[in-house]
């Protein structure tokens, strides 16, 4: 059987900080990963105390954290806003190491397939600055999946030299806005996959990845289109049991986190979630 970490969101739980990892152990999962860009959880607001009182709660429960989301929401496509999007960034990545883990995943854009486009080489600017600071403190910012093709991510990654930039696997991204396949995703990314999302959806209408990530405006015509739908674990159109294979494959053996985005029970999605991996994993 694969030597997969099932974790999950704290913030999927949709339940008060304690409460929300008080159930996860419950759950029978080892660790999870939380939002830290804004908010009570944000560095701004996570004084030592409250990293102390933290760590105590996740400690009690017997719990890691797999990574925090860093996401800050605007991606790094525009020179002007980059400056203090890094730096953010990497108060969030100091955040984590207090925390005790090595990975922030974040979105940053999508990246052009052209390498002449100016956003390019705007957003690899970026990443190069982020990638020496991370690779400064044995970390890594993850690129979360979906906005583009994984073969097109892989040749990005390829020009940083580095892996403090790195690959937080969505499969669900992928197959519900590029209509890529998670399993050549997998080895594609293998040199740079350090954190994983399970998460399941379907591609309801094809469209542009760069309005339906607002890279670009929406017209107006098409902005009542559903493009994809998120669903829980084993009802999209991920193969999980292939797509872990490959997984197990490359070596991989970090946390499989669990991420529900919408649904009205998450506690018991995320529930059935962690039964649907480990029933997965024993038939690998």
């Known amino acids: 059987m694969p030597n997969f970490k099932i974790g999950a969101m704290l913030d999927s739980f949709r339940l008060p900080t304690e409460l929300a990892i008080k159930t996860a152990a ?8 939380m939002y830290s860009t804004y908010g009570e959880h944000s560095p701004d607001n996570m004084n030592e105390s409250k990293i102390r009182e933290l760590k105590a709660m996740m400690d009690a429960h017997g719990l890691v954290f797999s990574a925090l989301c860093g996401d800050l929401g605007k991606g790094f ?67 979360e999946t979906g906005p583009e093709t994984s073969e ?36 594609n990314l293998k040199r740079y996959i350090v954190h994983t999302h399970a998460k399941d959806g379907v591609m309801l209408t094809r469209g542009d990845p760069e309005m339906i990530y607002g890279v670009i405006p929406m017209p107006e ?26 997984l197990e ?28 991996l480990k029933k997965t994993m024993r038939e690998i």
């Not at 580095?162 to 519900?176: E, F, I, K, R, Y």
């Not at 015509?221 to 490959?246: C, R, T, W």
């Open 152 to 187: 097109t991510l892989a040749k990005f990654l390829d020009t940083l030299d580095s892996t403090g930039v790195a690959v937080n696997l969505d499969p669900a991204n992928l197959v519900m806005v590029t209509g890529d396949d998670p399993v050549n995703a997998v080895y």
């Open 221 to 246: 015509g098409m902005k009542n289109i559903s493009y994809y739908d998120e669903v829980p674990l084993g009802e999209g159109s991920v193969q999980f049991h292939d797509y872990l294979k490959a």
């Open 26 to 33: 419950e759950m029978g999962v080892s660790g999870l990963q």
């Open 77 to 143: 496509g525009n020179k002007d806003l980059n400056p203090e999007l890094i730096e953010k960034s990497k108060r969030i990545l100091d955040l984590a190491k207090k925390l005790g883990t090595d990975i922030v995943t974040t979105h940053i854009g999508v990246v052009p397939s052209d390498p002449e486009c100016e956003r390019y080489e705007t957003m690899r600017s970026a990443c190069l600055e982020l990638s020496r600071y991370a690779d400064s403190i044995d970390s890594h910012f993850a690129i």
């Open 249 to 276: 494959d490359i070596g991989y053996c970090g946390f499989l986190t669990i991420e529900r985005e919408c649904g009205e029970n998450p506690v018991c999605d995320i529930d059935n979630a962690v039964q649907f």
